[in-house]
């Protein structure tokens, strides 16, 4: 079924095609043999995860949402994930409800009501045609699960780093080498070496002689800006490991030019110099 809604494009409907689509969704879930606790009807197509998510995980999606038989979005037949950080439900019928039961390798149809669902779990905006009081139907397969404060915790513990290491706000800063130089002067330029990488994964980027990452300490312009804000305490010279916990690198935004997904915990490995001009 071709999908009638892409990110980059908008889709048309006839107000026909519309009524009886959200007439088809209302039927099924009044058929769906199960209801969560605040109301979200529902029912299971594979329930065999022995570990289901908890509040702070971040699952990888496989989704579709419909209007009846319309696809508005479609990530699964494109081969691509969506995802989220599961959250205490903040109304009775919510999606987290039902994303809460489920496991890795876990799928099922869920019944939300559209207003809902585009108010609360959604970046798009609602179609204008669609009945915010309809009910959409989300068909969602759990591809992964994983707890970030864990990683994190793992990393710490392999690496055999200090407590000292973690900061209150979640990230991590281990000196390697503490360089002789002074602090880092405010309106002085600097340069880091090394790499940005995706915490358990690839390298996403390099920082060599040849292509250095400049920067003016103290104007802001560090990016993500919890890296700037971490090398506050820096000296010229050291060698550093820093692991950047998502809420202070770009959340739950994805850079797909750098390689960086939703929700990364970002690990460097810098070194910071003089810049010579």
């Known amino acids: 079924m ?3 809604i892409n990110f980059s494009k908008p889709f048309l409907a006839g107000l026909l095609l519309v009524l009886v689509a959200c007439q088809g969704n209302e039927d099924m879930a009044n058929n769906a043999p199960f ?27 496989r989704m579709q949402i419909f209007a009846g038989d319309s696809c508005l979005y479609d990530w699964a ?83 055999n780093l200090p407590d000292s290491t973690r900061h209150a706000s979640g990230y991590v800063r281990y000196v390697l080498e503490s360089g002789r130089g002074n602090s880092l002067v405010k309106g002085n330029k600097y340069k880091l070496l ?14 060599t002689e040849l292509e250095p990452y400049y920067f003016v300490h103290g104007q802001g312009v560090i990016k993500p800006e919890g890296l700037g804000q ?9 060698s550093l490991w820093i692991v950047l916990p998502s809420w202070l690198a770009y959340g739950k935004k994805a850079i797909p030019q750098s390689g960086v997904p939703p929700y990364a915990t970002l690990f460097f490995q810098l070194r910071i110099t003089k810049a010579s001009n």
């Open 2 to 4: 071709k999908c009638l």
């Open 35 to 61: 209801k969560t606790k605040g109301g979200l009807q529902y029912r299971w197509h594979r329930k065999n995860a022995p570990v289901k998510a908890e509040p702070g995980d971040l699952m990888e999606l």
């Open 77 to 159: 037949s494109r081969g691509e994930t969506w995802t989220l950080q599961l959250r205490q439900p903040h109304y009775k019928g919510s999606l987290q409800e039902g994303l809460a039961l489920m496991g890795r390798g876990d799928s099922a149809t869920f019944y939300p009501v559209a207003d809902s669902v585009f108010r609360y779990e959604m970046t798009q905006k609602k179609p204008g045609w669609l009945d915010g009081s309809s009910r959409l139907r989300i068909e969602i397969g759990v591809r992964s699960i994983r707890n970030e404060e864990a990683s994190i915790q793992t990393f710490v513990l392999q690496q």
């Open 194 to 207: 090394g790499s940005m990488q995706v915490l358990g994964g690839e390298v996403v980027r390099e920082f």
């Open 230 to 238: 971490i090398l506050e305490k820096a000296r010229v010279g050291d």
